[in-house]
């Protein structure tokens, strides 16, 4: 069992930016890959980016692509996001979630942390 919590969401003017944080329990945080996903009122969830359990490779949704950055720290068991030149758009409940590296679904997720850009 994986359990994550993210932390660092909040309110933020558009053009700002925010780091979001995503502490995994020990003895677990590898091998998975570990992804960022978020969900917007009355929209369906949707990926905002990923990395590789070594941290190597990162993958992102266009919509994100070069104003959002994906990171972690496996000795701090922990995976980061840092978004900036947020836009109102980006306004969402943001979710850590993992999988094991040989899985394709992501089965554990994070409670989510609210993301709330003003215009």
């Known amino acids: 069992q994986v359990l994550l919590v993210e932390s660092g969401g909040g309110l933020v003017q558009a053009g700002g930016s925010l780091r979001l944080s995503c502490a995994a329990s020990e003895r677990t945080f590898r091998p998975y890959d570990m992804g960022w996903f978020r969900q917007a009122p009355g929209k369906e969830r949707e990926f905002a980016g990923a990395i590789s359990w070594s941290g190597g490779s990162t993958y992102y949704a266009d919509s994100v692509k070069g104003r959002f950055s994906i990171s972690r720290d496996n000795a701090k068991n922990t995976m980061y996001l840092q978004m900036n030149s947020l836009k109102p758009e980006d306004t969402a409940v943001y979710y850590c979630?993992?999988?094991?590296?040989?899985?394709?679904?992501?089965?554990?997720w994070g409670q989510g942390t609210q993301v709330t850009v003003s215009s």
């Open positions: 979630a993992a999988k094991t590296v040989d899985s394709s679904t992501w089965n554990y």
